[in-house]
C-alpha cells in the first residue's frame, strides 16, 4: 500500500534510523531538490532534430531501435518534455542540440544558424519555468565527414569554427534570458577509422587552434564545456578530442571538461576523475549515460558507477560544481519512459549520496579504523533509503514509486501511438 498516510510513518521511521547515525533526511530532500538534471532533448527523437533537410545521424554515435511513438516535430518534443518532467520531482532543464532549431521549415545551414530561431524556446522554457543549455552539432551533415574543427581543409574547418561560434552567442542569449548561465557543450566526432598516416598531433594542433579561435569572444551567459570521448563506430583508432586532449585544454584556458560516463574504457573509473577536475578546472558538466561493452549509450539504471559518481561528488562536497546532464538514446522502449527512468536513477543514486553517514565514516578514517571504516560504509548501503525516496515523490508531487508506469502507459496511449 502507498498511502500518504504510510509514505509518511516509513520515512518517519526512516529519519529515526538515519539520525542514529547522523544523517538529517529532511536536509537530505532539500539538497535534492535543488538539484537540476540537464535533459537532453535528443532522446525524444533519436537524436534526429528538426533542419528541413533532415540528415542520417553520423559522427560515429547511433540509435538503436524503431519503438513507435518518436517526437517528430517541435510541438511534439516539447509535449514528450512535459510528460516525462511530470514524473521527475524538482526544477530542472532541457539541453538542445543545435539541429532542434525552430526554422519554420526554411532551410538554415549551420553556420547561419541565429537566436531567432531558438526564440520559441526560449519562451517556451520560461513558461514552464525550465532553463535551457545547448550543444553546437557537428555531426549528420553533408560537411561532418571524419573532421570537422580539426579538418585541415580550410573551407570546411571554417565553416564548422563559425557554426560554433553561432552556438555560443545563441547559448549567451539563452543564459541571459533566465538570468542563469547556458551550459554550452561542444563535442566534435573527429577522428580516424585507422591510425594517421601523419602523425596524431596535426589534427590535434589544428583542433587547438579552432578551439582558441572559438573561444575568442567571451560571453558573460554561458559557460563552455569540452566533451572528449574514446572513440565512434568507423573512427576507432584515433579520436582528435581525447580526454588527455581536453583536460589538458581545460586546465589551460579554465575551461568546463564533459565527462560522457560512456566515453572512457569501461574498466576506469569516472568516479575517480571528479577530484582531479575539481582541483584543475572552474565546474564539471557531466553527461550521465550507460556504455553496455561499449559506448552504447543505454538507459542509466541505478547501478554501481552511478552510485560512485554521486558519493564522490557528494563526498567531495561539490554538488555546486557539477552540473548534471544526461545523454543517452534509446529507441527500443516508451522514450518517455526512458527518460524517467533514467532521471529517476540519477536522482536515486544523489539521494543515497547524501544519505550516507558521512561524518562517522570519515572518524574511523581519521582514526586509522578500517575495519569500522569499511564496516560503516558496508551498512549504509541497507539503510532505508527507499523510505525517503518515497517522501521526496510525494512532497514534489510526482508519482511514488512504479506509480509512474500507469501514467507514461496512458500518454503512450492518447498521445504516442496516434502518430
Ligand atoms: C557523443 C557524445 C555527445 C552526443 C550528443 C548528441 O558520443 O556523447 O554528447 O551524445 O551531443
Ligand atoms: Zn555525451
New binding site residues.
Partial sequence: MKTEHSIQSAFSIASDRYASVGVNTNDAIDKLEQLSLSL?C?QADD?GGFESSGGELS???QVTGNYPGKARNIVELRADVLEALRHIGGSHRLSL?AIYGDFGGKKVDRDEIEPEHFASWIAWAREHKLKLDF?S?S?GHPKSGDLTLSNPDEAIRNFWIEHTKRCRHIADEMGAAQYDPCMM?L?I?DGSKETPAHNRLRYRRILERSLDEIFSQHYHNMKDCI?A?LF?IGLESYTVGSYDFYLGYGARKGKIV?L?T??FHLTESVADKISSLLLFTPEIML?V?RPIRW?S?HVVILNDDLLDLAREIVRCDAIDRVHVGL?Y?DATINRIGAYVIGCRAVQKAFLQALLEPRNIIEQCEDNGKFFERLAYQEESKSLPWPAVWDMFCLKNNVAVGEDYIAGIQEYELKILSKR
Fill in positions: 537532453h535528443w537524436v559522427g560515429g554515435i542540440h550543444n552539432t555531426f557543450n563535442w566526432h566533451e570521448k565512434g564533459t560522457d560512456g566515453h553527461h549515460s559506448d549509450d545523454d538514446f
